[in-house]
């Protein structure tokens, strides 16, 4: 009997076991190895050359600055996002007035929830092209004309090496706000509601609530999130790609690893070397998530 | 572990990954890949005659990837017939996609590419590491050969497409569409406002200064895609110096960037800009942004090349003649007014590892009859290099202001090669020509970072260097 059911589970796990070392491990595997080699991509001849490639991705102007606007997004993008989220969450949950039925969220916020959740049914190249047009930097941008209104003037957005990155961000955290408010949504309800009113009977207002009940007992999400949210900061290839001029901006204040990937590994004919930041890319992202699953480590607490 | 926020970088990964999976399998097909080196067996399989110069099986499949974009495919596929019509037996697999270096990329890998690739368009296989890798067939073989009219058709062709698809002394890429590139405008609107394009700067600022004041932009341009403007400041400075400006730049000489017509071209670029005279915000603006607002008369004159016509043709109000005038003329130009930058495009190659090369090389000579490149013109309105096979069709505005701006330059036309050349400089280069159109550096500035990215290509080692006969 033992020995059926071994092979039931076995029979079970093969297939997907197959395809993830198909599909996931072996293009990994192989990436270290062209990342030695000065493969161009488009021919079955290369030559094995140790780590040149990384030698001279030290000195490769835009292989840095490309790092420097990911550091940029890295630190800004989910704090942000998950401040907002965290906010727009507690709102929805526990921000209306207190009445007789107890705590509950503001008016309508099965509406908002669904208003913010929509940009995630977006695929991200659509994203990317309707804010191109809003940051259309002539004076019959969207973006322009409401800052027009407002007497602002206008702004060239995307095309102004100073501001470009900073759209990039925006897109990003307006179109990944909506999916950590729904998750942080989730969290918030599981939370049993008498936390809330024992805290409400203690005399505790909104805020303390949010920082004293909220955010500790959401912790194990937050981190979740902000690990997921990293990932996505180092990545950002597609916004890049459509949205911004050249790709990689004006002056390349928008260029991202990612971009230095494609660009060198498809148009280039250096797959080994984009092989090589594809790389550099993997250990940053795995050294960036431990570090942050570690450093935010909090006992946890059960209810 | 999926979030819908892996969105991208799944989309990236799977590009990733796709790449990789084609690299699997070229590694571990490799021993398939070099072990097939059968087929030249085909391709010797006939004997040569003058009806059959590479001696074609007749019988041999012929497998032709054709880049299906503004041009379509309609024209290869009459190719196509043409070619069953000399050989009967031979089955044709015809493949017209976008997507060229997607589903190409493994094939070149594995050692079986096929044996007549279009490759052109934003995906294209780079076309000088495969020159560099010895991956191309030599056309030289080609071009000496009888053409189907008669006399070499090394002769019958502008002198433009052999030098257009020349690597390392080899002609090894046949570019098939002749492309003329200048600032275009619409003839009606200029006729109705008594404006003609201006021959010298200070006309042209005269003539910017007029069109300014009637309330229209006198210049946009594709801001997101620096390498348009690139082409008027090229001109510009090609004309003031001479060809030696260009052939320095693409030969990667030390301070060819900083060569004094260079340097001037991209001052009076600069005063375009500080005099107001460029669209508000085109710096931020992709080619179909900006060429819409062309379109809709919100701006005079455009940089882009003889597609544009058919480019825009849905866009373009009725009675809009897209007309092209070459750039103006600064001070002491070396070169006349009716000269411009003419290039040869869509690449077509017949890969060494190809199993029917001779067959390759005949449909290429079948492109380049009259009969075939009339047929060109006919479906795409777009001229080819086989000289005068566009004789008697009906022409466009624009191809007829195109073709008649190609006699007028003859051998004053130009080109450069240095952005298919040197892959790795051309966006390094575009940086450099995106900020000064958008006023941010001064000429002096632009010349030294332009003059950078050629001397990072020059010193790289990974860069095959090439000079310019």
Known sequence: MRHGQYRFIVGFLVLPLALYAVFVISPFAQSFYYSLTNWTGVSPAFEFIGFRNFQNLMDDALFLRALRNNAVLLVVMPVVVILLALFFAFLLNVGGRGSRSGVQGVRGSGFYKLAFFLPQVLSVPVIAVI???????????LANSVLRRVGLGSAGWLSDPNLALYCVLWVLVWGSVGFYLV???????????DIFEAAVLDGAGRVSTFFRVTIPLLWDTIQTAWVYLAILALDVYALVAVMTAGPGGPNNSTQVISLQIAQNGFQFGRAGYASAIGVVLFFITLLIAAIMLRATRRERIEY | MNTPNDYSRRLFLQRAMLASVAAAGGSVLAGCASGGDDPADISKGAAKSAKN??????????????????????????????????????????????????????????????????????????????ADTGQLTDLTELFDTESIDGGKIRDSLIPVALEAGEYGGKTLVLNYALEVYGLWYDKTLFDKNGWAPAETWADFLDLCKEIKSAGIAPMAHQGKYPYYIQQVVMDMAVKHGGLGVVTAIDSLE??????????????????????????????????????????????AFIPSGSWLENE??????????????????????????????????????????????????????????????????????????????????DLTPAAASASALVEAGADSNWNYYYFNWYSPMKPKVETAFGELAAGRVTADEFCNAAQKAADETAKDPQTQKRTRS
């Open chain 2, 254 to 299: 030390p301070n060819a960037w900083k060569n004094d017509s260079v340097k001037m071209a991209a001052e009076a670029l600069l005063e375009i800009k500080s005099k107001g005279y460029m669209l508000e915000g085109t710096e931020g603006l992709d080619h179909i942004q900006s060429q819409t607002r062309w379109n809709e008369g919100k701006a």
């Open chain 1, 183 to 193: 998750l942080f949504n989730a969290a918030m309800s599981s939370i049993p509601r």
């Open chain 1, 131 to 141: 804010w191109a047009v809003i940051f259309d930097p002539t004076g019959s941008g």
């Open chain 2, 312 to 393: 825009q043709k849905e866009v373009a109000p009725e009675g809009f003649a897209t007309t092209v005038a070459p750039t103006p003329l600064m001070d002491g130009s070396q070169l006349p007014f009716e000269c411009t930058r003419v290039s040869a495009a869509e690449a077509f190659i017949v890969p060494t590892k190809a199993k029917n090369v001779a067959g390759g090389l005949e449909f290429l000579r079948i492109m380049l009859s009259k009969e075939g490149a009339a047929k060109f013109t006919e479906l795409t309105a777009a001229p080819t290099v086989v000289q005068g096979a566009g004789e008697g069709l």
């Open chain 2, 53 to 130: 110069p590479f001696g074609v099986k007749a019988d041999a499949p012929l497998d032709v990837v054709i880049f299906k974009g503004g041009y379509g495919d309609d024209y290869a596929k009459f190719h196509e017939e043409l070619y069953k019509n000399s050989f009967r037996g031979a089955t044709i697999k015809h493949a017209g996609i976008t997507d060229i270096r997607q589903q190409l990329q493994p094939r070149f890998n594995s050692g079986n590419p096929p044996d007549v690739i279009d490759n052109s368009g934003a995906e294209q296989l780079p076309l000088s590491t495969l």
